[in-house]
């Protein structure tokens, strides 16, 4: 059973940071690419950034690029993303989802295209 499971989520101020992670079991990890969803109380889901099987290429929204950075751990079935310099309009529940590219590199940034989701964790940014 695939599973994944985010962690990391939470309270912080403006201005703040923190740190989310997404293991992963069940499944060849290094075989998906993976990304990291968020969505706003009243809004559609929206892409955030997502990383290659390998990590090699990275990819971020518009509105995140240059404060949140996506790494991955292929040895430990993680993804994490960093997000610094937060705001209110980053409040949201962030998921991490799972991509299979069993060709190789790539990745999507619709998210009818992810196979694997997690439940998600809540990021709220407090003004």
């Known amino acids: 059973q695939v599973q994944l499971a985010e962690s990391g989520g939470g309270l912080v101020q403006s201005g703040g940071s923190l740190r989310l992670s997404c293991a992963a079991s069940?499944?060849?990890?290094?075989?998906?690419?993976m990304g990291w969803f968020r969505q706003a109380p009243g809004k559609e889901r929206e892409f955030v950034a997502g990383?290659?099987?390998?990590?090699?290429?990275?990819f971020y929204s518009d509105s995140v690029k240059g404060r949140f950075t996506i790494s991955r751990d292929n040895a430990r079935n993680t993804v994490y993303l960093a997000m610094n310099g937060l705001n209110a309009e980053d409040t949201a529940v962030y998921s991490c989802?799972?991509?299979?590219?069993?060709?190789?590199?790539?990745?999507?940034?619709?998210?009818?295209?992810?196979?694997?989701w997690g439940q998600g964790t809540r990021v709220s940014v407090s003004s």
């Open positions: 989802a799972a991509e299979f590219r069993p060709m190789g590199p790539g990745l999507a940034q619709r998210d009818y295209e992810y196979r694997y």
């Open positions: 069940g499944l060849d990890f290094s075989l998906y690419a």
């Open positions: 990383i290659t099987r390998n990590g090699g290429n990275t």
